[in-house]
Nanobody, 127 residues
Framework: QVQLVESGGGLVQAGGSLRLSCAAS????????????MAWFRQAPGKEREFVAA????????DYTDSVKGRFTISRDDAKNTVYVQMNNLKPEDTAVYYC????????????????WGQGTQVTVSS
């Protein structure tokens, strides 16, 4: 069982930056956490949840949706049971609730492949 808690959301002007964090519960060992693929998804009002970025177990492989490539960077610190997404040059269309997700094994882009989810954190980008 992996419990995830996101933080770092907020209101930012277009062109600004935010870093989101997703921490797994302390009951999850670092060894266990490192074996999970981690991902960020987002959901805007009236839209379906969409894939943003993912990072493989132990972190050598990353994947991004086209709209965030070159602006977002996903990373992980397994010693801290935490995954991050650094979001630069934010645009109003990035406004959404951002969710952290975990799955045992490799990365996937489909939300249905992830069994563990955080509660979400709101990101609002003003124009």
């Amino acid at each position: 069982q992996v419990q995830l808690v996101e933080s770092g959301g907020g209101l930012v002007q277009a062109g600004g930056s935010l870093r989101l964090s997703c921490a797994a519960s302390k009951r999850t060992s670092a060894r266990t956490f490192s074996a999970y693929a981690m991902a960020w998804f987002r959901q805007a009002p009236g839209k379906e949840r969409e894939f943003v970025a993912a990072i493989s177990p132990n972190g050598p492989y990353t994947d991004y949706t086209d709209s965030v490539k070159g602006r977002f960077t996903i990373s992980r610190d397994d010693a801290k049971n935490t995954v991050y997404v650094q979001m630069n040059n934010l645009k109003p269309e990035d406004t959404a609730v951002y969710y952290c997700a975990a799955r045992w094994g490799g990365t996937k882009r489909s939300a249905e492949e992830y069994g563990y989810w955080g509660q979400g954190t709101q990101v609002t980008v003003s124009s």
